[in-house]
């Protein structure tokens, strides 16, 4: 999957989400950078200069970040975010087989399943369903999937009533680990145990179980939360009642809720969307969530169906939980009001009661689909396990086998698409920026950094895993306060000088530039506390091509004639903030 970046790291990008992909890299860097120079990795004013990025509301992956800054600094970041992004989809197969051939539910009793073959199935499909290949489209966050089975592992332990205390520590570590690196799956899988395990607790034959366990288990929690806070005290500060939060994440849930259709159709990066059945039912192609193929669902049906039939009493109340729990999830993931092959109809859904509940609301309903890659995965893999304990007849194993290929094999996984990425400029790998900006100093790359321009923090990504110094930039990729109704939006409310440069560079229009805009734009460098403004020959635009002849045009009539330094065209800012246009030329 990952086969398109390993040639050449630093020079390709993951096409259809390269704006992730570098807010990534720079998230190593820059955590590699805080924890060498004793800065503050959960807030930095690095970014979004003068006011700052509260980092402990975006997705850190702090613990990435420290423990790979050795690797960082060695290969740089862009190698750093591929070894991680290979081992990310590795290791949640790897850690799926080893939950479902490992782990037993009682001391002494069989493991979940006793095949090696079931487990290596059920770990295939969860480490490469639909889902985890979309978001490998650069996000570190889900695919780190590898956490679900051990907090899963570790919640279904706290039952062992001599091993709580024990068990309750490991619990609340793995919860800490996990929220650094990914709050909102944390998130889902919480809601997941809490409504898997409510769901098999009232079953009538566990209830003698449920008695015994309910003691140890609240006990361990109680542990488990003590320590995960300690451990988490003041990111969750920070998160809550911290500088730059806030609440919500200001996308809109109906748009980025799962389309019904969407449960039967196939993903683009799958053999049957590169034959030209994939749809384009997703937000994008990054959130491709649940897509599991009309096949497939009708395959976990019967399975479920085939074992439920054999199953004594007991295996039955985990089969119930299973099937509930992919019930609620299913539905949940439809968001507010059903969509329906793109149509976003006027159906009310159970999501719209939770939808401005705290927590919640940061979270994309559409993601909640997710949830079922495991549960799918683990019934596949018990269904397997039953009939390699106990053979059908020859004629029913080969209707069994062709379901299964007919079920799974249009989802195998295709490599991701990779693209050229505009290399850095030499003004910056040279470190000739230093001789321009003071030590944490702003400079101000144009177009100025959003998600759709990432190139100013591809550049202090560099710096910081090259040792060569840090500088500030205004704007950024992450997500902070200013969104509607009080709820979060990428990057900072635009300025006028941004907002002008922005249409710009997207558009390749240049409007009149009145002193007006002149006067405007010295404010905005004057808020920022710019030094120096930067303008690369080559810029990347995430979504769209950028128009840089047209830009350096724009910028030129508000800040007045550039500097050419090295590859990059430069404008120098006085203190007074009146743009020195005395001719350095290196």
């Known amino acids: 999957m990952t086969s398109g970046l390993w040639p050449d790291p630093t020079g390709r990008a993951i096409t259809v989400n390269s704006s992730d992909q570098a807010l990534f890299e720079w998230l190593l860097a820059y955590g590699a950078h805080a924890v060498t120079h004793g800065e503050n990795p959960f807030f930095t004013h690095l970014l979004n200069a003068p006011d700052g990025v509260n980092l402990a509301v975006n997705t850190s992956i702090t613990v990435y970040a420290v423990v790979f800054a050795p690797l960082t600094f060695l290969i740089g970041p862009p190698a750093t975010f591929l070894v991680i992004l290979t081992l990310n989809l590795a290791a949640t197969a790897y850690a799926w087989y080893w939950f479902l051939s490992r782990f037993r539910p009682v001391p002494g009793a069989d493991p979940l399943v006793r095949s090696r073959l079931a487990a290596g199935l059920g770990g295939l499909f969860c480490g490469f369903a639909p889902g985890m290949v979309s978001h490998a489209n650069a996000h570190l966050n889900w695919t780190a999937g590898w956490l679900v089975p051990i907090l899963v592992w570790r919640v279904l332990r706290l039952r062992e009533p001599a091993r709580w205390g024990r068990n309750g520590v490991i619990l609340g570590v793995a919860v800490a680990i996990a929220f650094s690196i990914a709050a909102e799956g944390l998130f889902f899988t919480a809601l997941a145990c809490g409504v898997f395990l409510g769901t098999w607790a009232l079953d009538r034959s566990r209830r003698a179980e449920v008695r015994a366990a309910f003691p140890p288990l609240l006990r361990g929690l109680g542990v488990a939360a003590g320590v995960a806070g300690t451990l988490l005290a003041y990111p969750l500060w920070l998160h809550f009642f911290g500088p730059q939060r806030y609440h919500g994440t200001g996308f809109d849930t109906r748009i980025h809720a799962e389309d019904l259709a969407a449960f039967g159709a196939y993903p683009l990066r799958s053999l049957a969307g590169v034959l030209g059945l994939g749809t384009a039912l997703a937000p994008n192609e990054t959130e491709e969530n649940s897509f599991f193929g009309i096949p497939l669902l009708l395959l976990a049906a019967a399975c479920l169906v085939a074992l439920w039939r054999a199953a004594p009493p007991g295996r039955r109340a985990t089969l119930r939980a299973l099937a509930v729990t992919a019930v609620v999830f299913a539905v949940l993931s439809l968001g507010p009001q059903l969509k329906w092959l793109g149509t976003i109809t006027d159906i009310p859904l159970p999501y719209a009661l939770l939808d401005d509940l705290p927590v919640v609301n940061a979270a994309l309903p559409a993601r909640l689909a997710l949830v079922l890659i495991p549960l799918i995965g683990i019934v596949l893999a018990l269904a397997v396990d039953q009939w390699r304990a106990a053979p059908p007849p020859a004629w029913r194993r080969r209707l069994w086998a062709i379901g299964f290929a007919v079920a799974l094999l249009p989802l195998a996984p295709m490599p991701l698409l990779t693209s050229a990425r505009e290399p850095i400029p030499t003004f910056i790998t040279s470190g000739a920026w230093r001789a321009y900006v003071s030590p944490g100093g702003v400079l101000a790359p144009l177009p100025f950094t959003l998600d759709v321009f990432p190139d100013g923090q591809r ?91 047209k830009l350096l045009q724009a910028a030129t009539a508000l800040f007045g004639p550039p500097q050419r330094v090295h590859d990059v065209w430069l404008w120098r800012v006085n203190p007074d903030t009146s743009v020195d246009d005395s001719p350095v030329v290196d």
């Open 459 to 549: 550049w202090q990504a560099y710096a910081f895993a090259h040792r060569q110094g840090e500088f500030a930039i205004p704007s950024g990729f992450f997500l902070g306060p200013g969104g509607p109704g009080g709820r979060g939006r990428i990057g900072p409310v635009p300025r006028t000088t941004d907002a002008l440069l922005y249409q710009v560079a997207k558009t390749g229009v240049v409007p009149p530039i009145t002193d007006a805009e002149r006067a405007a734009a010295r404010d905005d460098l004057r808020y920022w506390n710019v030094e120096v403004v930067v303008l690369a020959d080559q810029v990347h635009g995430a979504k769209f091509p950028v128009h840089q002849d």
